[in-house]
């Protein structure tokens, strides 16, 4: 607050939060201390980018006033976020009764045996959104063991899925021998079943012992693939 000894301002600089491409306000009370008029006007050294409202008036002994400054939307942002943009509020003592239509332009002039005052205030840019801290966070918890613990999932699912594949492959190949086996004994007995019809034709001029061999081999080799399959 300002130690002037007609107005108060409050506060002593302007904080605009700052985004590009948005207007941003902020605003300051003006407190008359006094127990007279005392008239005020608001400048700035940079009058296209900011528009104060009011910027001139009248404040009564012991009242408030409060001013709204809005800031243009900007374009880019200053170097290292610094504004050399200043403001003037400029103050002085009125007869009783006047009012802010009365105000003149020259009311504001240092003449002598008029008591005025001056005071400056500097513009300060502050982020919209300013970064949150990052909270600390334990070994467990960190994003290094968090990615750790997704590499050895990973791992495991890999290996998971290439040992159900071996075990697909297995059955696979296990399945296509055991049509084969099948498909071999059918065979074998259609073969045997030839033999005997031929046997049975013969049976008038007795069974040769080139048949009977064959039979004994057939059966076997039957008992053999039935067993495999």
């Known amino acids: 607050m300002s130690t002037g000894d007609l107005l108060n301002i409050q506060p ?3 904080k605009f939060p ?6 941003s306000s902020c605003s300051m ?3 008359n201390k006094t127990e007279h008029y005392v008239a005020f006007k608001v400048k700035t050294t940079n009058p296209k980018k900011y528009c104060v409202r009011p910027n001139t008036g009248v404040v ?4 408030t006033c409060d001013v709204t400054v809005t800031m243009q939307a900007q374009k880019e942002a200053p170097l290292d976020m610094q504004c050399k943009d200043k403001f003037l509020v400029q103050s002085v003592v009125l007869p ?11 009311a504001f002039n240092k003449d002598e045996g008029k008591v005025a005052e001056e005071f400056k205030l500097r513009v300060v840019y502050i982020p919209a959104n300013p970064p949150s801290p990052v909270p600390e966070e334990s070994e467990e918890g960190s994003p290094t063991h968090e990615i750790g613990n997704q590499s050895a999932l990973l791992a495991s699912a890999v290996a998971q899925s290439l040992e159900e594949s071996k075990a697909y492959s297995l059955i696979s190949k296990l399945t296509d021998e055991k049509a084969s086996a099948l498909q071999q004994s ?5 073969e045997l079943d030839m033999l005997k019809r031929e046997i049975s034709r013969k049976r008038s ?3 040769s012992i080139l048949f009977v061999v064959l039979i004994g081999i ?6 053999y693939l039935l067993k495999r399959a």
Do not use: M, N
């Open 186 to 190: 059918q065979k074998l007995r259609q």
């Open 29 to 31: 009370r003006l407190t």
């Open 218 to 223: 057939l059966g076997v080799l039957i008992g």
């Open 18 to 23: 700052f985004e590009l491409r948005k207007q």
């Open 12 to 14: 002593t600089e302007l």
């Open 96 to 106: 009783d009764g006047t009012s802010t239509k009365d105000l003149a332009p020259e």
């Open 205 to 207: 001029g007795g069974v």
């Open 60 to 63: 009564l002994p012991g009242a």
